[in-house]
């Protein structure tokens, strides 16, 4: 029988290609694009603490991290006010351990988008560098994933957990839309009231 692991990586493959191209379009040298990836990942990981604080079945040693206090800080650098997530909920029947293993696997993919946003000759996007360069889930992803590893879920827990990872991924793509409305919409304006 396959790891849960394996399972929730083969299983979610898509959902996780799709987000991993809708990020990839950001450019984090840039002020524009560093906004919107850290205004997205502050509004889905917010839904997902949220939601993780209304769970009780996952094992406290492997509650994740929050980094949001270094996300709003980067935003701050950047001059992005702070928002009030709308309709970024992860509601119904949810597993922890879905909700958590997209969340480790991000800070994977963090790792790689560091290198990027080092290459910036911008000193104000390096200055936002808080939530990229944090090594706090260095230790977190090596024991998330030997428990994962460790587990032979039955099936219809691993049906929750697999429904909760889709979900969670989907609130991360719903996140990034969301960002870029309203960073777009900020840009307008600005552009109306520097104009002329």
């Given at each position: 029988m396959?790891?849960?692991r394996h399972h929730l990586r083969t299983s979610t493959r898509m959902e996780h290609e799709r987000l991993d191209a809708a990020f990839s379009t950001l450019d984090l040298t840039r002020r524009d694009g560093l906004s919107r990836f850290l205004l997205s990942?502050?509004?889905?990981?917010?839904g997902c603490h949220a939601r993780l604080d209304q769970l009780d079945d996952l094992p406290a040693m492997l509650r994740p991290p929050s980094l949001l206090p270094e996300i709003q800080a980067d935003l701050q650098v950047l001059g992005v006010s702070r928002r009030e997530p709308q309709?970024?909920?992860l509601t119904g029947q949810m597993s922890?351990?879905?909700i958590c293993y997209v969340i480790a696997g991000s800070r994977l993919g963090t790792k790689l988008l560091q290198r990027r946003w080092a290459q910036s000759h911008d000193p104000q996007v390096l200055r936002a560098g808080q939530?990229?360069?944090s090594g706090t889930?260095?230790?977190y992803w090596p024991q998330f994933v030997k428990y994962l590893?460790?587990?032979l879920a039955p099936d219809d827990n691993r049906a929750a957990i697999?429904?909760?990872?889709?979900?969670t991924f989907r609130l991360f793509g719903d996140a990034l839309e969301w960002a870029n409305t309203e960073l777009d919409y900020d840009k307008t304006e600005f552009d109306v009231s520097h104009s002329g």
């Amino acid at each position: 029988m396959q790891t849960l692991r394996h399972h929730l990586r083969t299983s979610t493959r898509m959902e996780h290609e799709r987000l991993d191209a809708a990020f990839s379009t950001l450019d984090l040298t840039r002020r524009d694009g560093l906004s919107r990836f850290l205004l997205s990942h502050f509004m889905a990981l917010s839904g997902c603490h949220a939601r993780l604080d209304q769970l009780d079945d996952l094992p406290a040693m492997l509650r994740p991290p929050s980094l949001l206090p270094e996300i709003q800080a980067d935003l701050q650098v950047l001059g992005v006010s702070r928002r009030e997530p709308q309709g970024l909920k992860l509601t119904g029947q949810m597993s922890s351990l879905g909700i958590c293993y997209v969340i480790a696997g991000s800070r994977l993919g963090t790792k790689l988008l560091q290198r990027r946003w080092a290459q910036s000759h911008d000193p104000q996007v390096l200055r936002a560098g808080q939530y990229l360069s944090s090594g706090t889930y260095d230790n977190y992803w090596p024991q998330f994933v030997k428990y994962l590893d460790g587990m032979l879920a039955p099936d219809d827990n691993r049906a929750a957990i697999e429904r909760s990872a889709r979900l969670t991924f989907r609130l991360f793509g719903d996140a990034l839309e969301w960002a870029n409305t309203e960073l777009d919409y900020d840009k307008t304006e600005f552009d109306v009231s520097h104009s002329g």
